[in-house]
Structures are given as structure tokens and as C-alpha cells.
């Protein structure tokens, strides 16, 4: 029967210097303009499909995703209270709209 070597191969060794470095699972430093830009495009779209709806249900959660999007990016401080009233006004014009089309 074999016996297996205790010595780590070079993957090995590979794995377990990335499982216990300080910056294991952490984002890189430049991260920051491609989550924001990624919640941007998320709240786009999510306002974009508030004028694309066509039942009752549809408009409320729709305007629930866009307004949580929005949320979500202002406490992880993707955008700041002036961007978040913005896009908080984009949503009540693109809700009027869906309205008054309707």
C-alpha cells in the first residue's frame, strides 16, 4: 500500500498560501468603480422596466426593485444622498408615466 507524502505539491502550496492571505475573498482595490458602475446599469434597467409594465402587480414590484436597488447602492455608499434623490426622482417620473400611459 502506498503511503501518501506529507509534503505539499506546488498547487498545493498555491491553495493554502491564497486560504490564509490577508486579503483572501476581498475585493481588489479598483472594484469600487465596477460595483458602482454594476449598480448603475442595475437601476437603470430596473426603472426601465417600470414603463414596460402592463398589469398592477408588475408596476408595484417593479418600482420595489428599483427602489431597493436604489437602497442597496446608497448603504454600501456606491452612490451618494444627492445621486439617490435623484434616482428616486427618476422613479416617481418613470411611475407617472407608466400611469398616465396606461
Known amino acids: 500500500m502506498k503511503t501518501r ?4 505539491d506546488h498547487f498545493d502550496r498555491i491553495v493554502v ?26 437601476i437603470k434597467c430596473a426603472i426601465s422596466n417600470i414603463t414596460r409594465v402592463n398589469t ?9 426593485q428599483a427602489q431597493a436597488f436604489i437602497e442597496a447602492a446608497h448603504n454600501l455608499e456606491f452612490i451618494n444622498l444627492f445621486e439617490k434623490e435623484e434616482w428616486s426622482v427618476k422613479v416617481t417620473k418613470a411611475y407617472t408615466d407608466a400611469v398616465l400611459e396606461a
Not at 491564497?18 to 448603475?40: H, V
Not at 398592477?56 to 420595489?64: G, K, P, V
Open 5 to 8: 507524502n506529507t509534503e505539499f
Open 17 to 42: 498560501g491564497r486560504l490564509f492571505a490577508t486579503d483572501f475573498a476581498q475585493p481588489k482595490q479598483n472594484d469600487f468603480d465596477f460595483y458602482r458602475n454594476k449598480s448603475i446599469a442595475q
Open 56 to 64: 398592477q402587480h408588475e408596476l408595484i414590484t417593479s418600482i420595489a
